[in-house]
């Protein structure tokens, strides 16, 4: 490969690093490798070894997704042990450019770039490709963010939206309230639309209903939900597909994203058949006088992978990033 005609793109979580090469001009990853974080030292010893692997010696530019906050040039790991300075990581490899950026802002530019093969429709349309889009993704906490459409691109929107307040809208719902409240005092919704959130609320329920609560684990309470077999875990995954659906229409209300909603992250592709059977439609649209607009606002289930890596290569060549 010819060093000069790619650039490296990354998506660094905690637990692993995603590289990949782009040609200049374009967003379609390339030569991807996933690493384990634990295997390098810091990050300069894992660009070294993907190039290798790669068969490249340099490259002339860099965007990196990270699942923590960019603040100046200093960026620390949040789930990881991995500390650098942006500038010196150019210095070192010699780029042009080298931009950092937040990794749901990376998934949130990816999204324009992600094939309609790989959008599962949820519910909703045919929306308006005028207004901004809303990126939304259970994961390890609750990532928001937005796009704005300008001339020929996209704005990204940098959010907290994840630790809104939680807003219970009956009975079930005040009573999870009283009971996450007792344990973490204010109560976002990313104590519930998370991985550890579904624990917490499969939890609450168990409280609620005076019985036990045996799964310890997510991947846990959503395998026993799918094949039915705890009807506690049932109710549970049900309940928390609800409170996003209400969670992510409170959010196309706050954006006016009638551009559509996009489902990101690792989490809810592992039980499509079940979201899709499930009461998220019924809370995203349950909005009394504004149901209209939340009928015409399309949902889609983002099954890419690779999402974050697109928004980096897109992130290379956007001006507004």
Not at 110 to 133: A, K, T, Y
Not at 247 to 275: D, H, K, M, W
Request: overall charge negative; aromatic content about 8%; hydrophobic content about 40%.
């Amino acid at each position: 490969m010819t060093a000069t005609s790619y650039s490296l793109v990354g998506d660094i979580g905690g637990t692993n690093a995603r590289f990949a090469l782009v040609r200049e001009g374009e967003v379609q990853p390339q030569a991807i490798e996933v690493l384990p974080c634990s295997d390098y030292e810091n990050l300069d010893a894992a660009i070294v070894d993907y190039l290798r692997r790669a068969g490249v010696e340099a490259v002339g530019q860099a965007c990196l997704a990270v699942a923590s906050p960019v603040q100046g040039t200093q960026v620390r790991m949040t789930n990881n042990h991995w500390r650098f300075d942006i500038e010196d990581v150019r210095q070192q490899f010699g780029w042009s450019a080298f931009k950092v950026i937040n990794d749901f802002t990376a998934m949130a530019l990816g999204v324009p770039h992600v094939p309609e093969s790989h959008l599962v429709h949820v519910c909703g349309g045919p929306g308006d490709p005028r207004r901004p889009r809303l990126v939304m993704g259970p994961g390890t906490g609750l990532g928001v963010s937005g796009l704005v459409p300008i001339h020929n691109g996209w704005v990204p929107l940098m959010t907290e939206g994840g630790h809104v307040d939680y807003a219970p809208t009956d009975d079930l719902e005040m009573q999870v309230l009283q009971i996450l409240r007792a344990r973490f005092g204010r109560v976002s919704v990313e104590r519930i639309l998370c991985g550890q959130g579904l624990l917490n609320l499969y939890q609450a329920h168990a409280e609620i209903r005076g019985v036990a609560a045996p799964l310890d684990a997510p991947e846990k309470i959503t395998a026993a939900a799918v094949d039915a077999s705890d009807a506690l875990a049932r109710e549970a995954l049900r309940h928390f597909c609800e409170i996003l659906g209400r969670t992510a229409g409170n959010a196309v209300l706050t954006l006016g994203s009638l551009g559509g909603v996009y489902l990101c992250g690792g989490i809810l592709p592992r039980f499509i058949e079940f979201f899709l059977e499930s009461p998220f439609r019924n809370g995203f649209e349950d909005k009394g006088r504004m149901r209209p607009l939340l009928e015409f606002t399309p949902v889609y289930v983002v099954t890419e992978a690779y999402t974050g890596l697109l928004g980096a290569a897109e992130a290379l060549g956007n001006p507004e990033v």
